[in-house]
Structure formats: structure tokens, C-alpha cells
């Protein structure tokens, strides 16, 4: 077969001999359907050999630029695929058919040469388990940290938090087909619906922003990992993420697109490389901030309400702390993870460095600030309070 008609190089080139033989091997009518279904209905034989021929005049749709996102071009390269798989599926039918044999039969054959072929799922190398399997993308050194290499997302310090990032995408799907399968029922009404999507969006916001491993753990809301608040014991200090989850998960969703999984360990080890923390919940990206320093509603006074720091980050302060859309924005649409990760270092460098040591010095001055109130007794307390505190890597 030339390379037109067999454009990855497949060695294996079946007959009408091997279709028939296949046929008797089989025992039964078999269809190999092309998405991945089974039809053991011999009237579905004659639809089946119709769409065989469909999908054999298809033109090719892979790019031939030699400039291209691989990543982006595994789509087209299934499709590709799919298409010569049933050109060659519809030159045994159609040579079947050519001496008489039963077009329903012709399709049977063509089905038993389909099963013969490797399938469209062993050749979209871009897919398996919902993980990327081509390997690092990345090309500029400046992005790539020590240790990240071809590989890196399936080693055993990686391979757990990348199977889980990839997942979150299709349960997101699941998860809000059901809230609405539920309003539109009426087991929920219109603020329930939203309020359970807004809470979706939080959690996922989380995780998307989250690649835990065993020497940086997710510690969020784990019970052990939530620090007494110094300046009042009785109460549980606050974990504040020192890059907002809100404005990270659009990064790491457009690197799960575009990237390989080693690329997206990449981009998790380059944002930690840019700012001195981890993204997300894990321990390194984690400051305990006092309740009243952390968001307004915790505020003992109203004059601390805009001094938490959820209050001046804002737009109507800082303006370092802004909603996804925004965020979705300013990513935009780069065409590989070098792109993404060029414009991710001065997003960096402008909202989440900023976010970082803001929150830091307001955490340092209301500590110092309630540290001069003490006797020498209860500073030793305070300062042993203070050693557990989180400070995102510092």
C-alpha cells in the first residue's frame, strides 16, 4: 500500500483472503464498529457496510505543515486514521460485492478486516486512559526546571495527580448534567441548582489547581495540616492559597489541552520555579493567615475590614485578585505550551508574586503587631504557634 492510502506506515496490508478467512475463524457475524461499538445483528449489516463506504470517502483532514502542535493535530490524525482504516475495509467489500457476494455479507467481511486492523484508539497516540502519551512538548530550556524530562508525568511522584487532573474535565461533565437533570425534574429548585454549581466550580477550581505529590501534599482542609491561630488559639488559623485558585485553574486546564502529561508536570514545577510556592493546596502554596486578616466577614472591627486580604486584592484595591473570566481572557488562545508558558510567566510576575507577598507582609505586621502586646511568658507560646504557621515555601 503507498503511502497515500497508508499514511502511518502500517505493515499489515489485508486481502479478501484474510476478510473471508476471518469470517470462518469467527464462527458468527461480528461487526468491529468504528467508536468502539459491537453489533452481533445481522440486519445491521447492510447500514454498516453503507457507512463503511461514507467513511471511506472522506477526504484526509491531517495538516501537512511541518510547523504544527502535535497535541493539537492528534484529532485530525484520528480521523485521519479512521479514514484509511475504511478505505481499506471498503476495498474488501467492494471486491466482495464485485463477485456476488451479498452486500450484508461484503459488510460482515469488511467488519472481520476492521478487527484485523490496529484500531483508531491504538493509533490517537494523544488518548489513552485520558492521558497524553507523546512525551514533553515543551522546547525552551527557561520553562523546563531540574527533573523534568520525557517521562516525568508517568513516574511514580507524578503519575497519580496527572490521572486525576484528567479525569476532572468528564466527572465536571457528569456532575453538572445531573444538577441539571435534577432542576429540570424539580427535585431542585433555581438557587439550589446554582448554589451547587457554584460549589462545583470552587471544588474543581481546587483540584484543577492541584498537583499533589508525596513530598508536597495536598494538605487543604486535611485536619492534622490546619494550624491554631496565634494571636487566638481557641480558633483555627485560615489556609489562604498564595496564588488564587480561580486564577490558576484556567493555566492548567489550557496545559491540559495543549500539553502532554509532562508537560503539565512542567507547568505545575515552572509556576513553583516562578513564585518560591506550589499552586493550589498543596503545603508549599498554602498560607495560615488570622480569620480577620483573611477575608472581611471575620473582620473584628470595621476598620480591618479592607485590610484582609481578600478585601485590598481586589479590584477596588490592588487589583491582583480577579474572576476566571477575566483570567480566561488574558490566556487567550496560544498555540503550544511554550506560548502558554511564555504568557503564564508574566501573569506571574503581575497578579501571583504580587498575591504572595502581599498576604505575607499583612500576615508578618498583624503577628508583630500582637507580639508587642505580650508578656515574655506568652510569647514563647505565640512564638511556638508561629514556627507551625504555613508561609508558602519561606
Known amino acids: 500500500m503507498n503511502e497515500e492510502g497508508n499514511p502511518l506506515g502500517l505493515n499489515y496490508t489485508p486481502n479478501i483472503g484474510d476478510a473471508v478467512q476471518g469470517i470462518q475463524d469467527y464462527g458468527k457475524t461480528v461487526v468491529n464498529f468504528w467508536g468502539g461499538a459491537v453489533r452481533l445483528v445481522p440486519q ?4 454498516y457496510r453503507e457507512s463503511i463506504r ?30 484509511s482504516e475504511a478505505k481499506t475495509m471498503e476495498s474488501v467489500a467492494s471486491g466482495l460485492e464485485s463477485v456476488g457476494v451479498p452486500t450484508p455479507i461484503a459488510g460482515a467481511a469488511a467488519g472481520i478486516t476492521g478487527a484485523l486492523l490496529p484500531g483508531p484508539t491504538d493509533v490517537n497516540i494523544a488518548m489513552k486512559g485520558g492521558s497524553a502519551l507523546l512525551g514533553l512538548t515543551v522546547q525552551n530550556p527557561k520553562f523546563l526546571t531540574k527533573g523534568i524530562e520525557q517521562g516525568v508525568g508517568q513516574s511514580q511522584l507524578y503519575k497519580t495527580g496527572v490521572q486525576k487532573l484528567r479525569r476532572l474535565e468528564s466527572d465536571g461533565i457528569v456532575k453538572r ?3 441539571q437533570e435534577q432542576f429540570d425534574t424539580g427535585v431542585i429548585n433555581e438557587k439550589q441548582l446554582q448554589s451547587r454549581l457554584s460549589k462545583l466550580k470552587k471544588r474543581e477550581d481546587a483540584s484543577y489547581s492541584t498537583l499533589g505529590t508525596v513530598d508536597d501534599p495536598d494538605i487543604f482542609e ?27 485553574t484556567p ?12 508537560d503539565v508536570v512542567a507547568f505545575f514545577e515552572f509556576h513553583k520555579m516562578l513564585t518560591g510556592s506550589g499552586m493550589g493546596n498543596v503545603k ?4 495560615d493567615l488570622p480569620g480577620f486578616a483573611h477575608i472581611p466577614r471575620d473582620a473584628r472591627t470595621p476598620s480591618e475590614i479592607p485590610m484582609a486580604v481578600h478585601s485590598f486584592m481586589k479590584k477596588s484595591g490592588a487589583d491582583i485578585e480577579m474572576l476566571t473570566p477575566r483570567v480566561e481572557k488574558i490566556v487567550g488562545d496560544p498555540k503550544n505550551m511554550d506560548e502558554l508558558m511564555d504568557k503564564y510567566s508574566t501573569f506571574a510576575a503581575e497578579y501571583l508574586i504580587p498575591q504572595k507577598e502581599l498576604a505575607l507582609k499583612r500576615l508578618n505586621q498583624v503577628l508583630t503587631q500582637h507580639r508587642e502586646t505580650l508578656t515574655p511568658k506568652q510569647v514563647k507560646v505565640f512564638d511556638g504557634l508561629v514556627s507551625k504557621l504555613n508561609k508558602a515555601g519561606t
Open 284 to 287: 508549599s502554596g498554602m498560607i
Open 54 to 83: 461514507e467513511e471511506a470517502a472522506k477526504p484526509s483532514t491531517f495538516a501537512t505543515s511541518t510547523s504544527i502542535n502535535p497535541i493539537k493535530e492528534l484529532g485530525s490524525l484520528s480521523e485521519d486514521y479512521a479514514t
Open 177 to 179: 448534567k445531573m444538577y
Open 222 to 248: 486535611v485536619k492534622s495540616q490546619v494550624q491554631r491561630d496565634p494571636i487566638d488559639p481557641t480558633l483555627p488559623a485560615h489556609q489562604h492559597h498564595a496564588a488564587a485558585k480561580a486564577m490558576t
Open 44 to 47: 445491521a449489516l447492510t447500514s
Open 251 to 262: 493555566w492548567v486546564k489550557k496545559a491540559l489541552k495543549l500539553g502532554d502529561d509532562d
